[in-house]
Structure formats: structure tokens, C-alpha cells
């Protein structure tokens, strides 16, 4: 076996795609010496390392459990002209994480709160936040089911782990007293 192909084994085996994918450019490149071998794994290594972020950046995107994905690029504030354009920009850059403020979209149904919601999640999840995303109804049944296992305070603590917790769709079914007691223990 070659040495050549000993590397490229050796760089399956460390799950180094992108450098075994750029590999044989990068060697032509050095050979007709326009970069040096410094250059060149420099550059092999910065590909190798935009591509785990990427991977890391879907990873936490998924794990927050949206039920599509749209960002801020497909929103169209022009269907929706009373919505504070700068207010929305500014909860994209996610200063509200770090002051730990709480956020409420408050509107009728249809003008675009889950979409902007989500935009703001993905944000968020983008910046490895711990992100989580689920519909009021649902938090309240997982709660609920959780109290008569007597979990409930685990379950809290499960919700209560996430940096960003996105509850969608609150009051639009109605919340019984007890409910409401439950919500309480998230402290929003």
C-alpha cells in the first residue's frame, strides 16, 4: 500500500472528509508551488473545521424540535406592515439571551408569530444556544402526564436546562386552573 493511500485511510478513519475530499487539489497546489505545505493544511484544517461547526449548528437546530424551518430572510414584513421591523432585527442578535429577558409575541392568529418565533430559535441554536421549541398544549399534557408519575419537578428542570425555551400557541386553547399553576413553576 502506498503511503498515499495509507493517508487517505488514515483520514477516514479520523473522519477528516474534508481533507481527504480537498486533498488532491491541495497537493497539485504545492507541487506547482502556489502554497506552501503550511498553506495548505492551514487551509485543509479551516475546511475541516467550518465543516464540524456546520455539522454541530444542524445538530442543535434539530434538537430544538421546530416544526419547520424559516428564518428572518423569509419573512415578508410587507404582509405584516404593523410589526416593529428593528424590534424583531434586534431580538435576532439575541441581546435578550444575555439580559435574560423573557420575549412575548402577542397578535391574532395567522399574522406570523410561530415564523418569527422560529426565526429567532434558529438564531439562537445557531449560536449553540440550547434551544427548544414546543406548543403550550403539548408542554402542558408532558407536565401534567409528569405530575401523576410524580417527575413533574425533573420535567421542570428538563425544560428549565434550555437557554432559549419557545412556547408557541399560549392561550389559544383554554388553561385550567391547575394548568395554570403548572406554568407557573417555569417561571417565565
Known amino acids: 500500500m502506498s503511503t498515499y493511500t495509507a493517508l487517505l485511510?488514515?483520514?477516514?478513519?479520523?473522519?477528516?472528509?474534508?481533507?481527504k475530499e480537498n486533498l488532491d487539489t491541495y497537493i497539485d497546489l504545492i507541487?506547482?508551488?502556489e502554497k506552501t505545505v503550511v498553506e495548505a493544511l492551514y487551509e485543509?484544517?479551516?475546511?475541516?473545521?467550518?465543516?464540524?461547526?456546520?455539522?454541530?449548528?444542524?445538530?442543535?437546530v434539530k434538537v430544538a424540535n421546530f416544526p419547520f424551518i424559516k428564518t428572518l430572510d423569509?419573512?415578508?414584513?410587507?404582509?405584516?406592515?404593523?410589526?416593529?421591523?428593528d424590534k424583531i432585527r434586534d431580538l435576532h442578535t439575541l441581546r435578550f439571551l444575555e439580559k435574560k429577558e423573557n420575549v412575548l409575541l402577542l397578535g391574532n392568529s395567522g399574522v406570523g408569530k410561530t415564523h418569527l418565533s422560529?426565526?429567532?430559535?434558529?438564531?439562537?441554536?445557531?449560536?449553540?444556544?440550547?434551544?427548544?421549541?414546543?406548543?403550550?398544549h403539548d408542554?402542558?399534557?408532558?407536565?401534567?402526564?409528569?405530575?401523576?408519575?410524580?417527575?413533574?419537578?425533573?420535567?421542570l428542570k428538563h425544560?428549565?436546562?434550555?437557554?432559549?425555551?419557545?412556547?408557541d400557541e399560549i392561550g389559544y386553547l383554554p388553561i385550567s386552573k391547575?394548568?395554570?399553576?403548572?406554568?407557573?413553576?417555569l417561571n417565565f
Open 9 to 19: 485511510n488514515n483520514l477516514e478513519v479520523l473522519k477528516l472528509h474534508q481533507i
Open 44 to 60: 485543509l484544517t479551516k475546511l475541516e473545521i467550518k465543516l464540524k461547526e456546520e455539522k454541530a449548528t444542524n445538530a442543535c
Open 159 to 167: 425544560y428549565a436546562k434550555y437557554k432559549l425555551l419557545i412556547i
Open 139 to 155: 408542554l402542558l399534557l408532558n407536565l401534567k402526564k409528569a405530575h401523576l408519575e410524580n417527575r413533574l419537578e425533573a420535567r
Open 118 to 136: 422560529v426565526s429567532i430559535g434558529i438564531a439562537a441554536a445557531k449560536k449553540r444556544n440550547s434551544t427548544y421549541f414546543i406548543n403550550c
Open 74 to 85: 423569509d419573512f415578508d414584513f410587507t404582509f405584516q406592515p404593523s410589526i416593529n421591523q
Open 31 to 33: 507541487t506547482n508551488k
Open 178 to 185: 391547575e394548568e395554570a399553576n403548572i406554568l407557573v413553576f
